[in-house]
């Protein structure tokens, strides 16, 4: 398997991204809200989103190394990408996600 997935390949692929979060904080709030506008425009019917409150299970920061939070974790497709912050910077989170910056109509 190559080190990062084609562009092609993402086209098609099915993302579950985990979100980790420290309680109900307005940077937490608006990870949230950035996360979920982006996949329904740019992921619709292919995404799985799993949200990790830290406040409540602690332990789960270790499964992924998280040190900072919020920080977005594209789980599938491997490899794993982490993306820290409140996910607003939508050219540096589609970066992140390896997803073209501009969506391609048909011809």
Not at 11 to 27: E, I, M
Not at 58 to 73: E, H, K
């Amino acid at each position: 398997m190559s080190p990062t997935t084609p562009l092609e390949d993402l086209d098609a692929a099915s993302f579950h991204l985990r979100l980790y979060v420290a309680g109900q904080t307005p940077r937490s709030a608006l990870a949230q809200a950035n996360l979920y506008a982006l996949c329904e425009a740019r992921l619709a019917g292919r995404h799985s989103i799993e949200v990790v409150d830290l406040m409540d299970e602690p332990s789960r920061a270790r499964t992924d190394g998280v040190i900072a939070v919020p920080t977005l974790v594209r789980v599938s497709p491997e490899p794993t990408r982490k993306i820290v912050g409140d996910l607003s910077d939508t050219a540096r989170l589609l970066a992140g996600l390896e997803l073209p910056a501009a969506q391609t109509g048909p011809a």
